[in-house]
């Protein structure tokens, strides 16, 4: 399975972006999908995660209230609907899916990962 992350970009301080992951097979069906950043020289960290079956979602504490994680109703493609963006909000975003049930927030628990997309907010 290969996902495609897009939807990265250059932007300024309190605008807004929408990333999308798209997966090679019809549908998702996986138990979680996620979503991860790296800052610059910084290590991955856990930004969101759905759980595919309910639709309940789960976010860093660093996002809470300004990401959203939703996915379409054809269970092709997840998005990452992101408001709000600060400088610290700079990093290369992945989404990965199959991830272990009750460890959304740990990367090594997810087979399946994006080649990253950009983000970078300008102060």
């Known amino acids: 399975v290969q996902l495609q992350a897009s939807g990265g970009g250059l932007v300024q301080t309190g605008t807004s972006l929408r990333l999308s992951c798209v997966a090679s097979?019809?549908?998702?069906?996986?138990?979680?999908v996620g979503w991860f950043r790296q800052p610059p020289g910084k290590e991955r960290e856990f930004v969101a995660s759905?759980?595919?079956?309910?639709?309940?979602?789960y976010y860093g504490d660093s996002v809470k209230g300004r990401f959203t994680i939703s996915r379409d109703t054809a269970g092709k493609t997840v998005y990452l609907q992101m408001d709000n963006l600060q400088p610290e909000d700079t990093a290369v975003y992945y989404c990965?899916?199959?991830?272990?049930?009750?460890?959304?927030?740990?990367?090594?628990?997810?087979?399946?990962w994006g080649q990253g997309t950009q983000v970078t907010v300008s102060s």
């Open positions: 990965a899916a199959d991830g272990r049930l009750g460890f959304d927030a740990r990367s090594d628990e997810y087979s399946y």
């Open positions: 759905i759980r595919w079956n309910g639709g309940t979602t």
């Open positions: 097979r019809r549908t998702f069906n996986f138990p979680t």
